[in-house]
């Protein structure tokens, strides 16, 4: 069982960056792919980049390619997403989420645990 904490969300202005981060407990890290999800209100939950076990693959959602990037580091059990040029619709609770399939990074993954995500909010 994969327990997963999410930090470093907040209030933002657009243009401004964020770093968020995901540490990992209670599993083998190294043996999960990892993705970053996020839900705004009135909105379904839309993965916005997954990492392979690895590091070496990742994945972007179109709205966000070239502006943010996903990394691991697996000695330290933590995901991270930085997050540039911040627009008011990456507005959004922001989840952590692990999946021990190895198999898919996007949408098609079996993303088995998740955290409880934190709070990203772009002012305009």
């Known amino acids: 069982q994969v327990q997963l904490v999410e930090s470093g969300g907040g209030l933002v202005q657009a243009g401004d960056s964020l770093r968020l981060s995901c540490a990992a407990s209670g599993g083998t890290f190294s043996g999960h792919d990892m993705g970053w999800f996020r839900q705004a209100p009135g909105k379904e939950r839309e993965i916005v980049a997954g990492v392979n076990w690895s590091g070496q693959s990742t994945y972007y959602t179109h709205s966000v390619a070239g502006r943010f990037t996903i990394s691991r580091d697996n000695a330290r059990n933590t995901v991270f997403l930085q997050m540039n040029s911040l627009k008011p619709e990456d507005t959004a609770v922001y989840y952590c989420?692990?999946?021990?399939?190895?198999?898919?990074?996007?949408?098609?993954?079996?993303?088995?645990?998740w955290g409880q995500g934190t709070q990203v909010t772009v002012s305009s």
């Open positions: 989420a692990a999946s021990p399939f190895r198999d898919y990074i996007d949408s098609r993954g079996r993303w088995t645990y």
